[in-house]
């Protein structure tokens, strides 16, 4: 299974404010099949990107996502305070899918 | 309105059994791929396992492959997952979520199974 490590764990920022989240896999995620969810406590989680790049339906533009191979990010460009919660990315490459570990976002 | 809703959940003792049911309306339920999800109390999430939209293809997590059991009926548009031999381990809400064969963007609500004696 690939290992998906996510960095750093925890983000201590402020509205307005840029946020970059690191997602490294163990080995080469075929075709950046590659996707980042956004949790707030209580709630299921909430596709943001996939494809690496790709924003899903309904997500503002200041969410993005990048990267290739091993290595991606995603990228808050100036945090709301609705944007505080866990963001997780998840690699669909291979047969067995993996979840990152998920980095905390907070104020 | 896309809803998928969980049940089975509930207390079970280790070595035990135990079958969880997703409940889905709202969208072609027949054309979509299917997985479990979980997660334990206060940890990150954790893939399962995954069904193709024909039940013709099944994967699973190590953690659980040869114990656990994915489904389908797509007459009753319902998901199901046998769980056996349980270990403590395998405490969690388990959500039933639907979407693509890899990304996810439908989610239920979750259902807790809790394994201890």
């Known amino acids: 299974e690939i290992v998906l490590t996510q960095s750093p764990g925890t983000l201590s920022l402020s509205p307005g404010e840029r946020a970059t989240l690191s997602c490294r896999a163990s080995?080469?995620?075929?075709?950046?099949?590659l996707a980042w969810y956004q949790q707030k406590p209580g709630q299921a989680p909430r596709l943001l990107i996939s494809?690496?790049?790709n924003r899903a339906t309904g997500i503002p533009d200041r969410f993005s996502g990048s990267g290739s191979a091993t290595d991606f990010t995603l990228t808050i460009s100036r945090l709301e305070p609705e944007d505080f919660a866990v963001f997780y990315c998840?690699?669909?490459?291979?047969?067995?899918?993996?979840f990152g570990g998920g980095t905390k976002v907070e104020i | 309105e896309v809803q998928l809703v969980e049940s089975g959940g509930g207390l079970v003792q280790p070595g035990g059994s135990l079958r969880l049911s997703c409940a889905a309306s709202?969208?072609?339920?027949?054309?979509?791929?299917m997985h479990w999800v979980r997660q334990a109390p206060g940890r990150g999430l954790v893939w399962v396992s995954r069904?193709?939209?024909?039940?013709?293809?099944?994967t699973y997590a190590d953690s659980v492959k040869g114990r656990f059991t994915i489904s389908r009926d797509n007459a009753k548009n319902t998901l199901y997952l046998q769980m056996n031999s349980l270990r403590a381990e395998d405490t969690a809400i388990y959500y039933c979520?639907?979407?693509?064969?890899?990304?996810?963007?439908?989610w239920g609500e979750g259902t807790l199974v809790t394994v201890s004696s």
């Open positions: 709202g969208f072609t339920f027949s054309s979509s791929w």
């Open positions: 979520a639907g979407g693509g064969s890899g990304y996810i963007f439908n």
């Open positions: 494809g690496a790049s």
């Open positions: 069904i193709k939209s024909d039940g013709s293809y099944t």
């Open positions: 998840q690699q669909y490459g291979s047969s067995a899918l993996t």
């Open positions: 080995q080469s995620v075929d075709n950046n099949y």
